[in-house]
């Protein structure tokens, strides 16, 4: 209450303060790594000589800008394609596969790395398509195996956290190295559209919009019906 809030004394207030930046500061230091960690995994990956984690740390934060803005970009854009019965939405997230490693190994920028990475895949879409199928589907046959026989052996629950480290890497690896392929027998000086998918994910979000619409004036119609009141002696 309002008594409550002014009987706060000046180191209170203080310390509620500090907690609040420190809490802001944690999670903004918290975002910065998340973005690190897979752009200094793409120059580990292109690296063709050992370098330091500290030196590919340095090289990174340039990137952590373009990366976050094509991470926001690509998020928005898939979600609006969920939204039209799902499939559209993974169609978009397929055709965007290529567009962090766009920004890393070529330099490339934001909008730039978008019209290349659907470029790409574009080109070579049952190849890529096929390819990316099979790693999942092998990767996840293996571990519904190791994870069913963990239930009857503990040692298995130790392979199956072994397995999603060696998992996880093995992806990144498969997908730069076949990044790598497409893009070295692909030209990308040619004209790139976008305007299919950004039309196909506004759809998307117009009908989340009109439908969030339709729900609050409905729950405002159903609130401004009053019940009628039974009059009479008791």
Avoid: C
């Avoid at 918290?30 to 752009?39: A, C, D, H, T, W």
């Avoid at 995994?41 to 373009?66: N, V």
């Amino acid at each position: 209450t309002a008594s409550a809030v002014d009987e706060w004394s000046p180191v209170t207030i203080t310390v509620l303060i500090l907690v609040i930046l420190w809490s802001v500061l944690y999670l903004v230091a918290l975002m910065i790594l998340f973005l690190m960690m897979p752009i200094v995994s793409i120059e580990i990956l292109q690296e063709t000589k050992p370098a330091r984690l500290l030196q590919l740390i340095k090289r990174s934060k340039r990137f952590i800008i373009p990366y976050f803005l094509a991470s926001l970009v690509v998020g928005l854009l898939v979600l609006g394609g969920m939204i039209l019965l799902f499939i559209p939405g993974l169609l978009i997230s397929f055709f965007f596969m290529f567009v962090y490693y766009e920004i890393v190994v070529q330099h490339q920028s934001r909008r730039e790395a978008l019209r290349r990475s659907y470029l790409l895949i574009k080109n070579n879409f049952w190849e890529v398509f096929v390819r990316v199928v099979l790693l999942e589907v092998g990767i996840s046959l293996i571990s519904w195996l190791i994870n069913k026989m963990a239930t009857e052996d503990f040692l298995f629950v130790w392979i199956s956290v072994f397995f999603s480290f060696f998992a996880g890497w093995f992806t990144q690896v498969y997908l730069f190295l076949l990044y790598k392929q497409v893009r070295a027998r692909t030209k990308v000086d040619t004209a790139i559209s976008l305007r299919w998918i950004v039309i196909l994910s506004s759809v998307g979000w117009g009908l989340l919009n009109a439908g969030s619409i339709a729900l609050v004036a409905g729950l405002g119609s159903v609130s401004g019906i009053h019940t009628p009141v039974l009059s009479g002696a008791v």
